[in-house]
């Protein structure tokens, strides 16, 4: 067992209990039913909408917003497949025996939350530049990023470190997109 994996044996004993616990909680039907469709939309389509409508909502001055959460969400994207093949933190669900799965996963590992990740960068930026946006985009955040745990299918470490790497890379794209001198930045003003 390599130093890596040992780390994350460890950290997972450690999450068990808070695993069981909201995995039983959200095992409820109508929990249930709004965690799996809520992941359902972190999948992509949510972040597609998103993405594909804000000209549509603000008009041709967020193409840029629109191409910038485009941009980080590939990057994401990349960022997390390299981290779990690096990783390979087997998902709760299949280390432990009380913990279901309550949605099919999207691939074999668990850290870090894919789903997350996208969550909270892309609604940082999408609030960034449009601050109304936060009250539909942060709650759905917050329930894409609860709906890893609660359908077993992350640890909380999992979810807890894709949000923090969220927030960075949100944070690095503003301050890269303004050292290159992009056009005005809307939430800037």
Not at 6 to 11: F, M, P, Q, T
Not at 61 to 76: D, G, K, T, W, Y
Not at 89 to 106: D, M, S
């Given at each position: 067992m390599n130093r890596a994996t040992?780390?994350?044996?460890?950290?997972a004993g450690r999450e068990l209990g808070w695993c069981i616990a909201l995995n039983r909680w959200g095992?409820?039907?109508?929990?249930?039913?709004?965690?799996?469709?809520?992941?359902?939309?972190g999948d992509g389509a949510a972040w597609y909408a998103l993405i594909a409508s804000l000209p549509l909502w603000f008009g041709a001055?967020?193409?840029?917003?629109?191409?910038?959460?485009?941009?980080?969400?590939?990057?994401?994207a990349a960022l997390y497949r390299m981290l779990k093949r690096y990783t390979?933190?087997?998902?709760?669900?299949?280390?432990?025996?009380?913990?279901?799965?309550?949605?099919?996963?999207?691939?074999?590992?668990?850290?870090p939350s894919g789903h997350t990740l996208?969550?909270?960068?892309?609604?940082?930026?999408?609030?960034?530049y449009f601050p109304i946006l936060a009250i539909i985009w942060v709650p759905f955040a917050l329930a894409v990023a609860a709906s890893r745990v609660v359908l077993g299918l992350h640890y909380p470490s999992d979810v807890l470190a894709a949000a923090v790497m969220g927030v960075a890379i949100a944070g690095l794209s503003l301050a890269a997109a303004g050292a290159l001198g992009v056009p005005h930045l809307i939430g800037a003003g």
């Open positions: 040992s780390h994350y044996a460890n950290l095992a409820r039907r109508h929990a249930l039913a709004g965690f799996r469709l809520v992941s359902r939309l001055s967020a193409v840029f917003a629109s191409l910038h959460l485009a941009a980080v969400a590939i990057i994401n390979r933190r087997p998902r709760p669900f299949r280390r432990h025996c009380g913990i279901v799965a309550h949605a099919a996963p999207l691939d074999e590992f668990s850290f996208h969550a909270v960068s892309l609604t940082a930026l999408a609030c960034w």
